[in-house]
């Protein structure tokens, strides 16, 4: 075993390693945690590539289009 390997080794099972993975369990991941749990967009429907990127794009467009929309509407009840 070489030295890096025992060291990455002494990092994971060490407290600091242990809490990280616990974080890292915890939390989603990020836009596309937002997507999959709270939009329920499970599975992509369409099979060729050119239409899965094509639909990927616009789900982004979508949650973009969203998150722009409700800041808005914040600013608008902030002002």
Known sequence: M???YQEVL???EGI???LLRMNRSIQADGTF???KYDRWY???VRR???KVEL????VSIGFNLY???TKQIRLQKAA
């Open 48 to 50: 060729c590539q050119i």
């Open 67 to 69: 998150k722009f929309y």
């Open 42 to 44: 499970k599975k992509l």
């Open 55 to 58: 639909e990927i794009y616009l």
């Open 16 to 18: 600091h390693g242990a």
């Open 33 to 35: 945690g937002v997507i």
């Open 2 to 4: 070489t030295s890096i």
């Open 10 to 12: 002494n990092n994971l």
